[in-house]
């Protein structure tokens, strides 16, 4: 049963003198979906980009699928062609059409040939109802279009995790289903899937568990039902009530 | 090919897309029309064509009054011009059709040695400046003595004026006697390159570092190496703002190629003095002179229309 994809032990990040992660122990085991909720600023991002290594680590370790990846001789660049991430500003490269956008890792990283990947790119396009959209620009597109495009870019290579950091909150509120939606949908297929949210009831919906992170500590955690109904620590439940709150 | 987003016809997914029933004003069910597409066009209303016909009949209004304008314009200049004390010798020096029909074709030979410097000069300045720019985002400490080399450069070149720097270039390098003989253009060519590299790779670094921070993150994010993520993602969006900037230090240069002249390489400008010295008459400058704003027009055209098109682009709302 036990499987994990991702596993951090006792994992430190500090900026100068602020310490934004303070001694993280966190695991995700594969067809896993974990949340990740917390005050703004308790360290949810950089949690997210330390997974990928795009954030230094200061202490501790960090094992996707079993290798450490913060031993100095790993290949950072091998080891986020191994991770899908999206973050909250879909960030699509303006300069090339959907399609180029989804094939590019898949071309350039992984050396697939052109015909290959964008037969594959124009299946996942399809998928999220997106076909007659694959030769625009990333600008003549909704939020939610672009959120969606982004998503299907960081799973077109087939990565072994995604991490999505609060994917969400830049879209409207009449956006929002369109991308949950696809994100259950990935789920269903047996994604393994680290998020950053701010959207509670997504959260219980989708997640098998939850994380609450605390001034860069995990301060609880657990089955996502269960956390979110009946917190055990007092701060978890004034966050909750804060966010919960009408 | 890529045909961007045909306005009004909604998405196939259309999850929520806005596009309920019975929109007011816009069902064609019960109209004359017989629109082969169904999604009858709207059909514009005795206002907006009353709105039309007035607007038509501004644009005519403002274009009459703008020629009646230029015209009177060009009368006083001439007027005032033809009065001076001085109108008649000038004349006769500068605006001699006979000396510049006379000098006509040797100018033009010698354009032609402009257009062929400033064609190998241009994609010199674009290498060259490219290799800089890229030097000066290097990070890291082995890279330092690069990376201060590349500061030097263009502290170094742009400060100096470009004359003294074909002087020192066009009879300094030669002098070394290192190098097999080349003619004037040669190092002409090479001191418009030093020159203008400095320039062009600080507008190629303000591209570079104009591209938001958040591009170069999901590019990473991607696993793209730091290489891989320049070729593909940063550059391609640095090159297109630059786009105006670079076309206006090539309007620049195109003027500047005239003074390779001063090494003695026969030029336009240099073809010019020689016809000017034969007759006593200057005429072969303004000849000259024409000649160069004619080949930069096209350039300086297209330079506006471009930045038009692009702040327009701009103010559409792009992605960050
Ligand atoms: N590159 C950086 N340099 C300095 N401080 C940083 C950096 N990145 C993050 N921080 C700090 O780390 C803390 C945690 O930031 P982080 O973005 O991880 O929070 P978050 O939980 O994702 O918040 P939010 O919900 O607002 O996204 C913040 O105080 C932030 O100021
Ligand atoms: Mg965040």
Redesign the pocket.
Known sequence: MADPVLELRDVWCA??D?E?LRGIDLTVQRHEVVALI??????????L?TANLL?HVDDGQIFLSGQDITDPRVDGDAVRARIGTVF?SYNLFPHLSVLDNVTLAARVVHRRPRAEAEEHGRQLLASIGLAAKADAYPDTLSGGQQQRVAIVRAIATDPELLLL??ITSALDPELVGEVLDLVRSLKASGSTILM?T?EMAFARDVADRVVF?DAGRVLEEGPARELLSSPREPRTREFLARVLAP | MTAPATPGVPEPHGAGEGSGPGRPGRDGAGHGETGASGTGRHRPSALELDRRAFRKKQGYRSVAVSMASTLVFATVVVLVLRNTPGWPRVADSFFDLEAARRSFPLVLQGLWLNVRVLAVASVGVLLLALVIATLRTLRGPLFFPLRALAAAYTDLFRGMPLIIVLYLVGFGIPGLRLFPRMDAAFWGTLALVLVYSAYVSEVFRAGIEAVHPSQRLAARGLGLSHGQTMRRVVLPQAMRKVTPALMNDFVAMQKDVGLISVLGAVDAVRAAQIETSRYYDFTPYVVAGLLFVLLALPVIRLTDWYSARLRAREQMGSVV
């Open positions: 900026f100068g602020h934004v917390g005050a703004s600023g308790s360290g949810k991002s950089t949690l980009r954030e909250q950091d609060e950053a701010h992170l």
